[in-house]
């Protein structure tokens, strides 16, 4: 499985590469929604990502402008995009919803559970 | 190291950073930047602060900093005004939230007390029923990858003993554009209970009529056990309109019996779901036509054209920041040492060939200037690794301006220069003190209270400028204060009173300002909170002389102070002059020297105990005989020639030290021997000559202090 996580923390990039290596999953990190874009595609030049996780709160392109230009992308379309972030005020999971996000991954995340959510909408 | 604990380590790395963006985002806005990008970053380094700490359990910290960040949020969503007052509140809060970050990262107590009443301020700021519930991220993780959706039929409850619910989910086309399959929103049912699928490909046309971006199945799941109808349509929370889901519940019976409408053909999968790859793939096929023809994509793409354009970079910003690299700072000493060693190397091998006659060769000598050349442009270029700008040190500068001021109930606007000034990071962390104490210093003695400057005509608030430069190969660091300088008369007064000048001395007004440097000296008369902590401004000195610089004062009644602090480019490497005493080569820095002579021995006079002095330009100096000073020899000597340097104190103290002969001016690599040795008096460090002997480098302060207290007398005249 191939992940791509998109997080301004480097702290959470650490936490997720760390929970996804354990588990064998094939990670890349972005620190913003414009590296992570870039980041798509370069892994889509291969296969794309059968996960993306992103934050919401980042400099430069936010996660609802990331997801709003991944999901413009044909390639893209299908590929589940999970929202990690601390908010969980249903504005902005309606926003999320609204802009094509898959699902929503509260933080502090175990990453146990992160790995079995991936696994359960990758199917890998 | 255990990785949980690296990265914890490397968050709080990341705090200080964030901490220091903070900082400057909110001082960008007291200055009156209206960017909302500001205050955006402001918010998210706070938030980001809050989310890193969360994954390590920083409760206290996550408070307070989920306070902070609530009240950041309603000002950048302009539900809350910016006043100066707000700004001000907001950095106070930011010292708070570096206070809990360095109370975590230290394990040091923090003071809850101020922490909370900061809370109560900020939530003061909030509108009326704003102030937070119980909302706090407590949710370990909350996976809900669809939402609930809509038309439920009016649902059964009553039934206890029912055993099955019975779910019929329609995608609609456009599901799978929000990455939603029907087979993990299964998988994800499955967790509350074992479901069984039957699909329903009634809908299904024929090959050739068929659209593949088309949904056109169905599904009735078997879910098994009595799952709440919130927990089923959790699960299709997100698929929210993009499918219809409604909920029937059955009794008993293991298997539910088909729904009607259910045609011939339809296809019992079971439970094996794997047998779902052989059905048509809904997402989108890579190939496929990728255009505005078809339906789901007008559905849902999105206006391109609303995503706002790239921000233009607002001139306040620092330099975009090219790609680095975090390194620890023990592999790069150990490089520094390395090149160090290269450097002595170099020497060795320069003097090896000149004795075997060989560099007159042209080929060697080039070679030999070469290598030379290299080795020092890599000295130079390793040494500038650990350069680093002292911005986050004049921010901190900031804070302290803050408290000073709040303490002497003074107002202070503190402005920097030559933030991005770089310097060696150990020097750096040893400013730190020395500094602080300096901004104290401005801001209780120098700066006149408001009301005074309002009376003399000057702003109220006080100006202190901070300033890195570099000059004539020296970093220089400034701090200049408007305020009222030095009060000289009553300077000379203290140190007269205090016995550090004679009654009747006459002093340059350069000289009573360097009083302030002497030891023993401090305004004693008007401790204040802050500077009368014991920490005279000789201490400031010498670490600022540990460090190999120098401090000087220029002052004018009524304007105000320039403190100036000149520091070397790098601290390992010095410029001295090769000296020798007995056969011992030793080395002296050069910044000490101020001239040297030979004397002839009647130039030299002795005192009692055994004590000489020399006739220096107008005054007697006292003289230091190197080779009994440091034991090489028990007899003082008595040469005819005598070599003799004169090393300057800061204070300008003269004194001279007795020499045998000068051999030659280079530059050394210092080597610390205070790992191994600890303290030797009168000795700063080692090196490492050309032909490989090891020499001594002075320590021009401590030899003075030695020579003074034997000879008795504290300044010279």
Known sequence: MRVLAVDDSRTIRDMVRLALDSAGIETKLAE????????????????????????????????????????????????????????????????????????????????????????????? | MDPMAEIKASFFVECGDLLESLEEGLLQLQDGDEDPDTIN???????????????????????????????????????????????????????????????????????????????????????????????????AVDFTPASLSLDLPPLDDAGADDLTTTITFTPHATLPDSGNEPLFLFRALASLGAVTAQLDASAVPSLADLDPTQSVLRWTLTLEGNPTDAEIMEVFEFAQGLCDVSITRAGGAADAPPLPGLPAGTEDIGPSLASMDDLPDLPPLPDLPSDDELPTKAAKTPQKTETPPAQPTPKAKAPVSAPTVRVDLDRIDRLVNLVGELVINQAMLTQSLAELGVSSSAAVASGLEELQQLTRDIQDSVMSIRAQPVKPLFQRMSRIVREAAEATGKKVRLETEGENTEIDKTVIERLADPLTHMIRNAVDHGLESPEKRAEIGKSEDGNILLRATHRS???????????AG???????????????????????????????????????????NLSGRGVGMDVVKRAIQALGGRISIQSEPGKGSIFSISLPLTLAVLDGMIIEVCGQTLVAPLAAITETMTLSDADI????????????????????????????????THDDEAVVL?????????YALLVDAILEQ???????????YGYVPGVAAATILGDGKIALILDPVDLIKRATAAAGLSLAG
């Open chain 2, 605 to 636: 006079q002795s005192l009692d105990k055994g004590t000489r002095v020399v006739h220096n330009r107008g005054t007697f100096v006292p003289l230091l005989d190197l080779g009994t000073e440091f034991g090489y020899r028990t007899e003082q």
């Open chain 2, 666 to 676: 280079r530059q050394v690599v210092i080597k610390g021997l205070a790992d191994t």
């Open chain 2, 646 to 654: 004169f090393l300057s104190s800061e204070e300008g103290e003269i």
């Open chain 2, 41 to 139: 970053a402001v918010f998210r380094a706070v938030h980001s602060i809050k989310g890193g700490a969360g994954a390590f359990g920083l409760d206290a910290l996550v408070h307070f900093a989920h306070r902070f960040e609530t009240v950041l949020d309603e000002a950048r969503s302009d539900r809350l005004e910016m006043t100066s007052d707000a700004v001000r509140l907001f950095l106070k809060a930011a010292d708070v939230l570096s206070d809990h970050v360095a109370a975590c990262r230290d394990d040091v107590p923090m003071d809850q007390a101020k922490s909370d009443s900061t809370i109560a301020e900020l939530e003061a700021l909030l509108p009326e029923g704003l102030v937070e519930s119980t909302q706090e991220e407590d949710d």
């Open chain 2, 473 to 483: 190969g020296r970093v220089v660091i400034e701090i200049e204060d408007d305020g």
């Open chain 2, 486 to 528: 030095i009060n000289r008369p009553k300077v000379l007064q203290i140190a007269q009173e205090k016995g550090l000048v004679p009654h009747d001395a006459a002093l340059s007004d350069a000289e009573i300002d360097m009083l302030l440097f002497m030891p023993g000296f401090s305004t004693a008369k008007e401790v204040s």
């Open chain 1, 32 to 124: 913003d929604g414009e590296q992570g874009l870039e980041a798509l595609e370069e892994m889509g030049r291969g296969a794309p990502p059968d996960v993306i996780i992103t934050d919401i709160n980042m400099p430069k392109m936010d996660g609802f402008s990331f997801i709003e230009a991944v999901r413009a992308k044909d390639r893209y379309r299908g590929v589940p995009i999970l929202v990690l972030t601390t908010e969980s005020a249903p504005e902005m999971k309606d926003k999320a919803r609204a802009v094509g996000a898959t699902g929503w991954i509260v933080k502090p995340f175990d990453p146990e559970k992160l790995v079995s959510t991936l696994r359960v909408v990758s199917g890998g």
